[in-house]
C-alpha cells in the first residue's frame, strides 16, 4: 500500500513552467513505477509521463514530449515533473499513480493515485 499527494500546481501564463511533486509514503516508491496522468474538464484521464522503478527508463506522451520532464528521488519517495513552455491545452487536473509494473503508459494498470492538483495556463 503507498499512499501519494501531489503538489505544485498552480496558475501559469504560456510559456511558463511548474514543477509537480508527488511524495509518496506507506510502501516506498522506489518498489513502484510511477506516472502522471492529466485530466481536462469533460476529457477523459490521459498518459503523460512514466519513470521506472530505478529511474533509467521514462516515456512521455507526444503532446508533453520535449517540454516536460518526468524524474524521481527514490531517497525522498518523490516524483517530480518538470513541465516547460506551458500551454493553454495542458490545463487539467495531473494526478500522480503507482504501478506494480516496471512503468506503464495504461490508467487501468495503476494501482494507487493521488487526489490530484490543477494546472491552469492562462493564454
Known amino acids: 500500500q503507498v499512499q501519494l499527494v501531489e503538489s505544485g500546481g498552480g496558475l501559469v501564463q504560456a510559456g511558463g513552467s511548474l514543477r509537480l511533486s508527488c511524495a509518496a509514503s506507506?510502501?516506498?516508491?522506489?518498489?513502484?513505477?510511477m506516472g502522471w496522468f492529466r485530466q481536462a474538464p469533460g476529457k477523459e484521464r490521459e498518459f503523460v509521463a512514466t519513470?521506472?522503478?530505478?529511474?533509467?527508463?521514462?516515456y512521455y506522451a507526444d503532446s508533453v514530449k520535449g517540454r516536460f520532464t518526468i524524474s524521481r528521488d527514490n531517497a525522498k519517495n518523490t516524483v517530480y515533473l518538470q513541465m516547460n513552455n506551458l500551454k493553454p491545452e495542458d490545463t487539467a487536473v495531473y494526478y500522480c499513480?503507482?504501478?506494480?509494473?516496471?512503468?506503464?503508459?495504461?490508467?487501468?494498470?495503476?494501482?494507487?493515485w493521488g487526489q490530484g492538483t490543477q494546472v491552469t495556463v492562462s493564454s
Open positions: 499513480g503507482a504501478t506494480s509494473v516496471y512503468f506503464s503508459t495504461i490508467g487501468a494498470e495503476y494501482a494507487f
Open positions: 506507506g510502501r516506498t516508491s522506489s518498489s513502484y513505477g
Open positions: 519513470i521506472s522503478r530505478g529511474g533509467a527508463t521514462v
